[in-house]
């Protein structure tokens, strides 16, 4: 897919920057509240909200009826996250009523759909500023608009995306942070909204990832998870010959104890450089998520994945010939329009055959103006419900099965934050990225532990210190 790479100059988010300075005589005191739905990259869009924001003079708050401006980074990749944004927008009319001037602002993938900035317009007179993915970076300046235009403001022009550098960032204080590698997708998948809403594919450049990347380590985050739709396609837009295996070998040079997380992965674009590479680095996790989506070829191929069940098994097959404990986890969805009963049964199968430490299951949701969209959907919404909760039920007795396999054993994790339990207070990540209920006290955490683990459940280990390192 030819296009040019668009990199925002410096100087344009100097002015952005500006604009939040100036307005500081409007905000500065005020407090605000980013509400975020959908997956990591909504997380990481933000971090970049609370930056401007905090450029502002704003203070943040959990609470709607405390906050004078309220940002919701919305999510469109099935039907039924945006009914509940849109029904919490709907509550929103309550808060404005019990505080007015409030500011009401929708971001994100949902509002950048055809027709919904529309639909928002007539239908939620409350909100006063909407704007797409690929207007982010012009926050500021739209704020502004709607201030001092008086009129609400609703950008969302459809856009390939580009490249912003040097933009302000709030992260949560803490062991893990979310570090973007590139912005996009090219795949369209023929159910998928996320190529429609965020774009065109497109890289940072390797030198940006890792001097972000040393600076998080420097200021003490343990845990960094590189981000994109499709981390396998990192660099091809650069032209300079980094892949995404070389990038993590670069972050993993750097100097100190953290984790190197990832995702996601395109089963189709991850290859063997991949998995050595992930097998060398002694700071990447042993673990990959590696959506299958289906186990029948035919659905595969409908759903424009790019890559046969056969191929997908001897990509696992490599993993573990470089890894034998890799952790392996995926995304399936139950009821793509078409599906049979028999091809169903194709990916229960897959699943028995991989044994997947975790599974993330969906029933298909039709989205408007993808390709999926127009294929005549033949099953009930009850027989899908019945697939879906076989496979669930399956999905989670493998789990089990591979999480009870840790009790008795001693791993390495790295203690990453308190979860309000009584009798396991704190949470620690294993390398391959599993969950460990832990007893302790809070000091701990941000170190390497090794814990010994005393009990399992399907989406947890729990256990107590062996020894601190
Ligand atoms: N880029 C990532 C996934 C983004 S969406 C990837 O390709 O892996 C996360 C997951 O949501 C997808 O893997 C898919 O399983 C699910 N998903 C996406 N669109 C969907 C839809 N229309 N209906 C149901 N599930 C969907
Ligand atoms: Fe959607 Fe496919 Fe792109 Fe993932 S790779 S974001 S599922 S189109
Ligand atoms: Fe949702 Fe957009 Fe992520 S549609 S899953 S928030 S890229």
Same mark, same amino acid.
């Given at each position: ?16 920057? &500006?604009?939040? *300075?100036?307005?500081?005589?409007? +905000? ?9 739905y ?10 970049? $909200? ?9 203070? +943040? ?7 004078? $401006? ?5 999510c469109a990749v099935r039907e039924h996250a945006e009914q509940r944004i849109?029904g919490? @927008?709907?509550? #929103? ?36 500023? *909407? ?7 012009? /926050?500021?300046?739209? #704020?502004?608009?709607?201030?001092? !235009?008086?009129?609400?403001? /609703? ?5 390939? %995306?580009?490249?912003?550098?040097? @933009? ?6 803490? @062991? ?7 912005? !996009?997708?090219?795949? /369209?998948?023929?159910?998928? $909204? ?23 380590? =420097? ?21 300079? !010959?980094?892949? +995404? ?12 104890? /953290?984790?190197?997380? +990832? ?5 189709? &674009? ?28 035919? *659905? ?13 098994? =001897? ?22 329009? !078409? ?23 969906f029933i298909?949701s039709?989205?408007? %103006? ?100």
């Open positions: 897919m030819a296009y040019t790479r668009k990199e925002v100059p410096a100087e344009e988010t100097e002015r952005q920057i &500006d604009i939040c *300075v100036r307005l500081r005589a409007r +905000f500065e005191g005020c407090a605000a509240l980013v509400d975020t959908g997956c990591q990259q909504n997380e990481s869009d933000s971090e970049i $909200i609370r930056g401007f924001l905090a450029e502002m003079g704003c203070t +943040f708050t959990s609470d709607e009826y405390a906050a004078d $401006i309220i940002v919701i980074n919305t849109l919490n @927008v709907g509550a #929103l009319n309550h808060t404005k009523k019990a505080r007015p001037g409030q500011i009401i602002c929708l971001c994100g993938c949902m509002v950048q759909q055809r027709g919904m900035a529309e639909r928002i317009k007539k239908s939620y007179p409350i909100v006063d500023l *909407v704007f797409g993915p690929h207007e982010l970076r012009r /926050f500021p300046e739209l #704020l502004r608009q709607r201030l001092e !235009g008086g009129r609400r403001v /609703f950008a969302v022009a459809e856009s390939d %995306g580009e490249v912003t550098e040097g @933009v302000p960032r709030v992260r949560d204080r803490g @062991v893990k942070a979310w570090l973007s590698v590139m912005y !996009g997708c090219n795949n /369209f998948c023929t159910y998928c $909204i996320v190529p429609y809403v965020r774009g065109r594919e497109r890289s940072r450049r390797p030198e940006d990832v890792v001097a972000e990347a040393r600076s998080l380590v =420097e200021a003490g985050y343990k845990d960094i998870t590189l981000l994109g739709q499709n981390v396998n396609s990192y660099g091809r837009d650069l032209g300079g !010959g980094t892949d +995404f295996a070389d990038l993590l070998a670069a972050v993993n040079a750097i100097p100190g104890k /953290f984790t190197l997380r +990832f995702m996601t992965s395109h089963p189709r &674009d991850a290859t063997e450089k991949l998995f050595r590479t992930m097998s060398e680095c002694e700071k990447c996790e042993k673990h990959i998520h590696l959506p299958v989506q289906s186990g029948s070829n035919r *659905v595969l191929r409908a759903m424009n994945r790019g890559y046969t069940r056969e191929q997908y098994l =001897e990509k696992i097959a490599v993993a573990r010939s470089y890894m034998p404990d890799i952790v392996l986890t995926t995304d399936i969805i139950v009821g793509f329009p !078409g599906e049979t009963r028999e091809e169903f049964e194709e990916t229960l199968s897959l699943a028995e055959q991989v044994r997947y430490d975790a599974m993330f299951t298909y039709r989205r408007a %103006g993808t390709a999926a969209a127009k294929l005549p959907d033949i099953r009930s919404r009850e027989e899908k419900q019945a697939d879906f909760d076989r496979l669930l039920e399956r999905a989670n007795a493998i789990s089990l099965e591979k999480h009870l396999a840790y009790v008795g054993r001693t791993v390495e994790a790295l203690v990453d934050g308190e979860n309000g339990g009584r009798e396991y207070p704190l949470t620690a990540r294993t390398n391959g990225g599993r969950l460990v209920h832990l007893k302790g006290s809070p000091e701990i955490i941000g170190s390497y532990v090794n814990i010994k683990i005393t009990d399992a459940a399907t989406w947890a280990l729990f256990g107590e210190l062996e020894a601190r390192q």
